[in-house]
């Protein structure tokens, strides 16, 4: 499983190869990272942009620039970690 978070539509899409099987909607327009992580790794963290946000489009978006906590049903796993 791979995660990415798409800059052209709300939302962050989760590919299970070669299609994808989920899209998790967001109250923000500019999506700008994601990763999954909590006690279980069955929380996707999605972080949110301001810039390039038109001064005019900011009232619109009031959440633009927030974190967001999504559950999901499929765990990530641990970061891999290198050897000293």
């Known amino acids: ?3 990415s978070c798409g ?3 709300p939302g962050a899409d989760r590919f ?3 299609c994808i099987d989920r899209v998790v909607g967001i109250p ?3 999506p700008a990272a994601c990763t999954l992580g909590g006690r279980d ?3 996707l963290y999605v972080t949110t942009a301001t810039r390039p946000l038109a001064e005019s489009a ?3 978006q009031p959440l633009a620039g927030s974190l967001f906590a999504i559950e999901v049903d499929v765990p990530g796993l641990p970061e891999a970690c290198f050897a000293d």
Do not use: G, H, V
Request: glycine share 0%.
């Open 1 to 3: 499983m791979a995660k």
């Open 7 to 9: 800059a052209t539509q």
């Open 16 to 18: 299970s190869y070669p």
């Open 28 to 30: 923000a327009q500019r």
């Open 41 to 43: 790794f069955k929380t």
């Open 58 to 60: 900011k009232p619109k």
